[in-house]
């Protein structure tokens, strides 16, 4: 039998070791998750795109989900819980990068220059106090410095069928389409292929970078050539100025390939001729063709499409 100086040393000890318990989940690392974008690197530098999360990865949608299920999921994807000015190392080929988030959580990450390609490795670990997260991998494409062709296409209405011109059917298609219902035009997986073969690809397109799961993975199934995809934060880059948005873009990849010349793909349903036509006017000897794929009511001799290639289908390319 205790004594009352044993009672007291033991309700002591159960008292520590219950403040000690309680103290440990008190301190317990808050879970976080990174998700990695797309990059590239070359002769020039480049950029790593990605994002850190509060919180566990959102799940991966599957075949013949409910339209409420992907609803679900899409609104989850678009109001991801942002982990912000959150502290990463980044490491390229080796060499450590520290990089923070954004307010927004987004990670956009100066890459350096003199790597050897085609590819280069590239890892991402959390040293955000306080968070907990795995570390993420992925391969960049390493651009030569060589004189040739490189291709960029914008996504919505040029290679997916998104139906931008009309609003509503646009908004239906974005939150009930996962990566399972996207669809592409006729031919135009064929055709990219061929014409982008052995050249460096970007994809530039306004949507959310939300939908990069969504539209990477349903290029990966379908046969669209590899390439650089960089979409928009909807928290920092302009809404609705495609111009705004896309032309910078545009340059900083012209500007990361100086000895290159460009193929442009887009659509006639927003502002892809006038975005292309000012980089034309303005660099010249960097545009060997713009491709433009008619999506809307108006002639293929348009004053807008001067000097471009228009199409109606895929398949005449």
């Known amino acids: 039998m205790l004594t009352w100086t044993g009672r ?18 008190k301190h317990k690392p808050k879970l976080a998750s990174i998700e990695l974008y797309s990059g590239y690197v070359s002769t ?31 609104l989850e994807a678009l109001d991801a819980s942002a982990l912000p000015f959150a502290s990463v190392e980044v490491s390229c080929d080796g060499h450590p990068l520290p990089a923070i988030s954004d307010d927004r959580g987004y990670l ?38 060589n004189p040739g062709l490189a291709v960029l296409s914008d996504v919505d209405d040029t290679v ?23 669809k592409t035009f006729p031919g135009a997986p064929e055709a990219l292929t061929r014409l ?18 969504r539209i990477y993975s349903y290029f990966q ?8 995809l960089i979409l928009k934060r909807f928290s920092k880059d302009p809404l609705l ?10 340059k900083a990849v012209a500007d990361a390939l100086p000895n290159k010349k460009f193929l442009l793909f887009g659509d006639s349903g927003e502002k892809d001729p006038e975005i292309y036509a000012r980089f034309r006017s303005e660099f010249p000897s960097r545009v060997e063709q713009i491709f433009i794929h008619l999506v809307t009511a108006e002639p293929t001799d348009s004053s ?10 895929w398949t005449e390319l």
């Open 304 to 313: 807008r499409f001067t000097g471009m290639r228009v199409f109606k289908n």
């Open 44 to 74: 020039e530098g480049g950029v790593l795109y990605g994002r850190v999360s509060n919180g566990p990865p959102d799940p991966h949608p599957e075949p013949n989900q409910s339209k409420i299920v992907r609803a679900l999921e899409t």
């Open 221 to 228: 199934r379908t046969g669209f050539p590899s390439g650089t």
């Open 196 to 213: 982008s073969q052995g050249k460096p690809v970007f994809y530039l397109s306004g949507s959310p970078w939300g939908f990069h799961r």
């Open 8 to 25: 007291v040393v033991t309700a002591s000890a159960l008292l520590c070791a219950g403040l000690l318990t309680v103290g440990c989940q």
């Open 160 to 182: 997916l069928d998104s139906q931008i011109t009309d609003r509503k059917k646009m908004i239906e298609n974005a939150l009930l389409r996962s990566t399972w219902e996207l």
């Open 241 to 250: 100025d495609q111009m705004a948005f896309k032309y910078p873009h545009l």
């Open 108 to 145: 956009q990450v100066q890459l350096p220059s003199g790597i050897k390609g085609p590819k280069s490795a590239v890892s991402v670990t959390l040293r955000q106090t306080g968070f907990s997260a795995d570390s993420v991998q992925t391969e960049v494409p390493v651009y030569d410095g």
